[in-house]
């Protein structure tokens, strides 16, 4: 990039890039999410933490008709977990203020009281949660769906339960045989409407070429951002020419390329050394160098101008270049 500014776009810029490393600095609280009552009130004036009420998720219809056990085969096995009374998580998507130099908005929360809640984990490791996250994430994504959809990735079943009344088929993509029979042992015995479901083992990008391009796709093939960006940066390549795609938690996924167009705009900005850009130790190395390649001659004048190329229109363009 090109960078033609006076002092105070530069200030503006560089007010953005502070906001981004403010933003990190939320995500690193989040990593020890457990605070007690005590310190409760002064994080709530730092990160704008809500109280939330269990009875709002306990009612949810998913908890009120799946009943589960938890039991445990090899490997394998359905437990309930459980946030002790004020410990923060994350209750939904997060929001972007792109008036406010593109602050994040994380929706955190926190119970007064104990609330348990269902995972399917292997080898005590949790794989797989319907969590107050989980809930009002995917009920966003339940919109505006009709006829045929195509699920990839089983969990749970949360989405596919949540959508049933709404649409005609429910084709589920789940490539791990495991999770498919525990899924239908002990938790689709619970399900309404049976005949709408089909689920096939099979490794979900693979299935992509056999969907019709005019049926919806919802995919959740990730935990989180951390696990789940590569795989949507490259499924937005592929699926570029599909109507109908939904991706769980987009504006979170999205916001990640964000940060790397931001990081190669402090580099090329402020930096003092040269930065080679033909080396690349991990895949984020390699779009950040490709971003520059590609923006090499694009000249900035102004704020405004960084602000267009950080859309979400502009953000999307960019990653089928890169």
């Not at 409760?40 to 799946?66: S, T």
């Not at 989180?224 to 390549?237: A, E, I, P, Q, R």
């Not at 939904?246 to 931001?262: E, G, K, M, Y």
């Amino acid at each position: 990039m090109i960078f033609l500014l006076d002092k105070t776009e530069k200030e503006k810029i560089n007010k953005l890039i502070d906001t981004y490393h403010y933003n990190d600095e939320v995500a690193n609280f989040l990593n020890a999410n457990i605070i007690n009552e005590d310190l409760m009130e002064e994080a709530i004036d730092d990160y704008d933490i809500q109280e939330l009420d269990v009875n709002d998720y306990l009612e949810d219809k998913y908890y009120q008709n799946i009943k589960v056990k938890e039991v445990k085969e090899g490997a394998y096995q359905i437990k309930y977990e459980k946030y002790r009374p004020y410990q923060c998580f994350l209750f939904d998507d997060i929001e972007i203020d792109q008036d406010d130099y593109y602050l994040v908005k994380n929706k955190i929360g926190y119970f007064k009281e104990e609330f348990k809640y269902l995972t399917i984990q292997k080898d005590n490791v949790i794989w797989m949660s319907v969590i107050p996250h989980e809930i009002n994430t995917m009920k966003k994504c339940a919109k505006n769906l009709s006829k045929h959809v195509y699920v990839l990735g089983l969990g749970l079943g949360y989405f596919p339960y949540l959508i049933a009344s709404k649409v005609d088929k429910i084709t589920i993509i789940e490539k791990d045989k495991n999770i498919i029979n525990l899924f239908k042992k002990y938790i689709f015995p619970f399900f309404n409407q049976k005949e709408k479901y089909e689920i096939i083992e099979d490794d979900a990008i693979s299935y992509l070429e056999k969907i019709n391009k005019e049926d919806y796709i919802f995919i959740d093939l990730w935990h989180n951002v951390s696990d789940g960006f590569m795989t949507y940066y490259h499924l937005n390549k592929k699926l570029k020419n599909y109507p109908n795609v939904i991706h769980w938690i987009s504006d979170s996924l999205l916001t990640a390329f964000r940060n790397i167009v931001i990081n190669l705009i402090d580099e090329e900005l402020n930096s003092k050394d040269q930065i080679d850009y033909t080396k690349a130790s991990n895949e984020i190395d390699k779009i950040t160098n490709n971003l520059h390649a590609l923006l090499r001659e694009k000249k900035i004048s102004s704020y405004l101008e960084i602000k267009e190329l950080l859309s979400n229109t502009s953000l999307k363009e960019l990653m089928l270049k890169v």
